[in-house]
């Protein structure tokens, strides 16, 4: 009897014990765990993405009057961009707008200015001077400051998207521009309109990132004018100007380490893309260009010309990033392609 109540308990036991085995081995077997997708919010941002989605149509408002002179009226305005990519958040962008003063229909440039650090920022700049020599020569200029700058939102904390809300906020004004004439009506009563239907791109320097990117994504065919454009692939564009930066671009390697842990660069890079732009091209180098180096240009042509995307190029033998000395020669051609393009054909989105 005592044998038989031995086995019994013993029994009872080791049934305990390799269950006890087996649900430990369980929980410690990876293939059975749980596994939860890391989030990817940047993925909204990519190229294939962006071209994919619907911006907003939203409303313009004419703010203060900044200066006015005989020929030109020159003040601020705002409008709204997403948040996000289809979100329904949405934030402030102000930007400076420059009207001829006669009454009269007039083609829209929309400019993209280059790299300017904040503290420093002051609404127009970095497109003040051509925008009033375009304005003087009948073209109603736009020119955004972007997130962060004038009296616009505050960008996304995240640097990088904080770079690509630039694309958003671009799309979004085009897309927001059947709506223009709605806040000239309020303040110029009708005598001063937009041709709509008349549309280009003036940008520079990191401006012509922007552009290029927005050309590439919305297949637009405004007649975009390139001033010594950054189109070198992402992330090398931003990595070229680190030396630029206090720490030597310390902070930038180490957010850059962490994205592309996340992602990959290639599908935020305009210039894998360059084949989808349709609109005509003016670009414009300075020889001695020490920021934007004319080989960047040389080869941005090379490049299109194998896609057949109709340009013209001129370089400018001694002149800087800015264009000068020969400035005035640059805008001079600048105007007489918009000039060409615009009077000959109505441009879409």
């Known amino acids: 009897m005592k044998k038989i109540l031995f086995i019994i308990i013993v029994s009872f036991f080791s049934v305990i014990l390799v269950n006890w085995f087996i649900i430990q081995q369980k929980s410690n077997t990876p293939s059975l765990k749980k ?23 939203n409303t313009f408002i004419l703010g203060k009057i900044i200066t006015e002179t005989p020929e030109i009226i020159t003040q601020i305005f705002y409008f709204n961009v997403p948040d996000k990519p ?21 083609p829209i440039i929309v400019m993209f200015r280059g790299f300017i650090p904040e503290e420093t920022y002051q609404p127009g700049a970095g497109t003040e001077h051509v925008a009033e020599v375009l304005a003087q020569n009948k073209f109603i200029t736009l020119a955004p400051d972007f997130l962060g700058f004038g009296e616009s939102s505050s960008p996304s904390k995240d640097s990088f998207e904080a770079r690509f809300q630039t694309y958003t906020t671009a799309l979004t004004l085009f897309s927001s521009l059947p709506n223009f004439n709605t806040a000239l009506d309020a303040s110029y009563s009708a005598t001063i309109k937009a041709d709509i239907d008349k549309v280009g791109i003036w940008a520079h320097s990191n401006g012509g990132h922007i552009a290029l990117s927005v050309l590439a994504i919305s297949g637009s065919t405004y007649p975009t004018v390139l001033w010594a454009p ?3 692939s992402f992330p090398y564009s931003i990595l070229y100007y680190t030396d630029e930066s206090d720490d030597q ?27 989808w732009i349709k609109a005509p091209l003016s670009i414009h180098q300075g020889s001695t260009d020490r920021e934007v180096p004319i080989s960047w240009s040389d080869d941005l042509v090379d490049e299109l010309k194998k896609d057949d995307i109709k340009l013209e190029y001129i370089i400018y033998p001694g002149a800087d990033h800015n264009m000068l000395p020969t400035w005035s020669s640059v805008v001079k051609n600048s105007i007489v392609f918009y000039e060409d393009k615009l009077n000959n054909s109505s ?3």
């Not at 890391?38 to 071209?51: G, M, R, S, V």
């Open 86 to 106: 289809d979100s329904r958040n949405i934030l402030k962008v102000s930007g400076v707008i420059n009207i001829p003063k006669n009454p009269g229909t007039y």
């Open 347 to 349: 441009t879409s989105k």
């Open 249 to 275: 671009g310390k902070a930038l390697r180490k957010a850059l380490a962490l994205f592309e842990n996340d992602y990959d660069a290639q599908l935020f890079s305009p210039e894998r893309y360059y084949q």
């Open 35 to 57: 596994v939860i997708p890391k989030e990817k919010p940047l993925l909204a941002y990519t190229f294939e993405n962006l071209k994919k989605t619907i911006f907003p149509t």
């Open 230 to 232: 950054v189109s070198k």
